[in-house]
């Protein structure tokens, strides 16, 4: 899907730009990243014939309940810029920088008009419960994933965004973990949407699908660049990384093996 990757690309050099021009720094970085998140919509909004509305609105949420707060955050705790104090300020998670502030509201714009569309079809009652039996369960698996995540990487010696004191979570690890759990309990709940309306309510989505997974792969890519930033730049040897640094790179082999099992079970 080469048009999110030409706006990584784009970001990257805004962000790149920032760098050299402190003094234009934030306004340069926020101008970007919005205009980027302009034009994923504009695809978005092309290529979606029903749900457009919900689609900027469901992109423009996630952003600003997201990016823009770990942005702030990040800038009045002073965990931001490379030069920062902390081990791995923001600008060294990719996943965050460019995951959170454009693949992720790409990719909820896609999905929630299939969401919508599911779920106000005439479905059995017993059908209805599935899905909402699907919901809870996504979002508990979400959340105690998360968090143990989130505070396992408290536990490391390397300081960040997320933890400038070691061993503690600050706010914006806080809300990181809230985040991170809401949006992955908001993709199990529209992969179980899928599978369970492929032949029913979403029977030719196909497209669709699967170009919202398409992003989805392209996010999950992100983690394991995070990984090499830590490894290559931070230096920290890859003896040290514990079980949720290894669990973070899982997603582009959760996502991949999601893809094939939906461009199987979606009618071309």
């Known amino acids: 899907m080469p048009r999110p990757i030409a706006f990584a690309s784009y970001d990257c050099r805004v962000l790149l730009g920032a760098l050299r021009c402190p003094s234009n720094s934030l306004v340069s970085l926020v101008g970007g990243l919005l205009t980027c998140d302009i034009l994923g919509m504009a695809v978005v909004a092309s290529r979606s014939g029903n749900g457009t509305k919900a689609s900027w609105a469901t992109a423009g949420f996630t952003v600003g309940v997201g990016f823009f707060p770990f942005l702030i955050l990040s800038i009045r705790t002073d965990t931001f810029w490379p030069h920062s104090a902390v081990s791995v300020p923001l600008t060294f998670s990719p996943s965050i920088l460019i995951g959170d502030s454009i693949a992720i509201p790409i990719f909820n714009a896609y999905a929630i008009p299939l969401i919508i569309k599911a779920l106000r079809s005439p479905v059995e009652i017993a059908f209805a419960k599935r899905h909402w039996t699907m919901a809870v369960l996504s979002a508990t698996l979400s959340w105690l994933t998360n968090i143990e995540m989130h505070i396992g990487w408290t536990k490391d010696k390397y300081t960040g965004f997320i933890d400038p004191t070691l061993g503690k979570l600050s706010l914006g690890g806080w809300w990181h ?32 699908v699967l170009r919202a997974w398409r992003v989805f792969l392209l996010y999950s890519t992100l983690p394991v660049v995070d990984t090499l930033v830590i490894v290559f730049v931070v230096g920290r040897p890859l003896s040290e990384m514990t079980t949720p640094d290894y669990f973070a790179v ?16 979606f009618p071309g």
Do not use: I, N, Q
């Open 250 to 265: 899982s997603p582009l082999l959760l996502a991949s093996l999601v893809y094939l099992v939906l461009s199987r079970v």
């Open 177 to 208: 973990c809230a985040f991170a759990s809401c949006e992955m309990a908001f993709v199990l709940f529209l992969v179980s949407t899928c599978l369970m309306s492929a032949h029913d309510s979403l029977k030719g989505e196909r497209e669709t």
